[in-house]
């Protein structure tokens, strides 16, 4: 049997998605009876085990690709760390010495990440720049690499790793199977949360014993992902696909796409969030959260605050602050104060680590204009909301109004209800022809008719927008009460144990009646698996 007819076989009865029945009802009862067979520490090496035959009967023999870069980061934070320890050196010297290691080290890791993902889309970009000046030259005959599930995930993960065993923040693990697990732990792989070795090394390793409590919270964060993935996010995949590939639509078309796929979108990556760190708590690892409630911003930079949490904060920590206090940049900064004055010296370094942010935003969700245009649509609108926030405070004092008030708050969430509905619109665009001819024709020709007329022929009937809504407005309740710091946790433990039993079998079988199944379905198309 050929290993290519082993990975199709174990494909055939395995579905590798969080949503899955298997997932839950299968492959964690398993992995949870042999952790709890195997005792003391010994119990990481179950969820190593169970990880690697997760990541293979996703990835197949592309399981090779991350065995070899964990190794790489392994070996490189050892070397880092004896440099560390070497008492012979003076500290310049030293600190030269590990900088050299890691800068190789991560440039390493980017190299491939660079080659696996990024080559065809760059070289065909550069072949069609030359081809735009007039110079005969071959077209790019695109190889079609496939990288293997989460390589952009567990890649940020090697980097921040070896950047904190760089700046001591923790010490290199001189277990190889550790590290293994840190990059490679199953739920975490396909869509994160980005982890950061020094938040999980005291729990993930420990072998902590599996405790009714844990179980039990762990199962119903894993009920409320399924809820919103299979009421809300499921439902409303086939009519996303469908108004995107219309050829012909009018404006109100256009926006009416944009807003089912940001309610798709949240509700597809939060929902997998909550099922991956309720499965994670199952075995005592707390993951960070990766978002609060960002509907509820108050502008986009806000909104970056409570949306992917872990990718915003570890751009913030390995890449806005390193380029703001780069050599290049203050140099920079000083120039611009001696020509211009200390107020654009102050705006020159943020502003530029600001803008390297977002482009790698972009170009991190992939290899599309889309995406890149993404990243510099939101540095747009954050440099411009920052310059603007002063006068628009100055603004609201004079007028005599609470930055508070109902009426500010009304603004903001309309201003932000347009940014971010327009912002997924170029997200999900096939290409940034099609973005910006929906984003024209809502403005130049937005008949409401013509989207009312068709609501029946987008992949949804009655019943389904029934379910969607009434779904999206108790998830909705729930994040109000979250917002407004309500302590829903607490007040739903205080009730009597058959009104709380009550409750989760409404769930259950809410999820089992209406969720979303079938050949009209995709289940399995978690939105940012492929990033």
């Not at 950061?196 to 072998?207: A, E, M, P, Q, V």
């Not at 996010?233 to 796929?261: N, Q, R, T, W």
């Not at 943020?350 to 482009?359: E, L």
């Amino acid at each position: 049997m050929s290993i290519d007819l082993f990975f199709e076989c174990i494909r055939l009865w395995w579905d590798p998605v969080y949503s899955s029945w298997m997932f839950f009802a299968l492959f964690l009862p398993v992995v949870i009876l042999l952790y709890t067979i195997v005792k003391g520490e010994k119990r990481y090496l179950v969820l190593l085990f169970s990880s690697w035959f997760f990541f293979i009967s996703i990835s197949g023999w592309l399981f090779i690709i991350h065995l070899v870069e964990t190794v790489f980061t392994w070996k490189t934070a050892l070397s880092i760390q004896k440099i560390s320890e070497d008492s012979s050196l003076k500290r310049k010297e030293k600190n030269a010495k590990k900088k050299g290691i890691l800068t190789k080290g991560i440039l390493m890791l980017i190299f491939v990440l660079f080659i696996l993902k990024y080559l065809d889309f760059t070289g065909s970009g550069i072949v069609r720049l030359i081809h735009l000046i007039h110079i005969p030259f071959p077209e790019w005959r695109m190889l079609n690499i496939i990288a293997p599930v989460g390589i952009s995930y567990f890649t940020l993960e090697a980097v921040s790793y070896l950047s904190d065993v760089y700046w001591e923040k923790t010490e290199a693990e001189k277990s190889y199977s550790k590290v293994a697990l840190y990059m490679g732990f199953f739920p975490t792989l396909i869509e994160g949360p980005i982890t950061r070795f020094s938040d999980i090394k005291d729990t993930l390793f420990k072998g902590i014993p599996v405790t009714y409590e844990n179980l039990t919270a762990g199962y119903q964060r894993i009920l409320l992902g399924l809820f919103k993935k299979l009421l809300i996010a499921d439902h409303l995949a086939p009519a996303v696909d469908i108004v995107y590939g219309l050829d012909e639509m009018k404006g109100s078309i256009a926006l009416y796409a944009a807003i089912i796929f940001t309610v798709q979108e949240y509700m597809d990556f939060s929902g997998s969030i909550d099922i991956v760190i309720g499965a994670a708590r199952i075995f005592g690892v707390n993951l960070k959260e990766n978002f609060r409630q960002p509907f509820f911003a108050k502008n986009a930079s806000d909104f970056w605050h409570r949306w992917h949490i872990t990718l915003g904060t570890f751009f913030r920590d390995y890449i806005f602050y390193p380029v703001s206090v780069s050599k290049g940049v203050m140099k920079l900064s000083k120039k611009m104060k001696d020509r211009f004055g200390m107020e654009v010296s102050r705006l020159t370094g943020p502003t530029i680590a600001i803008f390297c942010v977002w482009i790698m935003n972009g170009i991190w969700h992939g290899p599309k204009w889309t995406y890149i245009f993404y990243g510099l649509y939101y540095f747009v609108l954050i440099f411009t909301e920052n310059l603007l926030e002063k006068p628009f405070l100055s603004l609201l004092a004079r007028l005599r109004m609470d930055e508070g008030s109902m009426p500010v708050k009304v603004f903001r969430s309309i201003k932000l209800f347009f940014i971010v509905i327009f912002g997924e619109m170029f997200f999900r665009a096939e290409a940034m022809s099609q973005g910006i001819k929906m984003f024209t024709l809502i403005f130049t020709d937005f008949d409401t008719d013509a989207l009312l007329s068709g609501l029946g022929e987008y992949g949804m009937d009655y019943h389904d927008y029934l379910t969607v809504i009434v779904a999206f407005l108790l998830i909705m309740l729930f994040n109000v009460l979250k917002e407004k710091n309500v302590p829903f946790d607490r007040k739903f433990k205080a009730l009597p144990k058959p009104v709380r039993w009550a409750a989760w079998y409404v769930i259950i079988m809410s999820i089992v009646v209406f969720g979303a199944y079938g050949s009209g379905y995709d289940a399995a198309g978690m939105i940012y698996a492929k990033f």
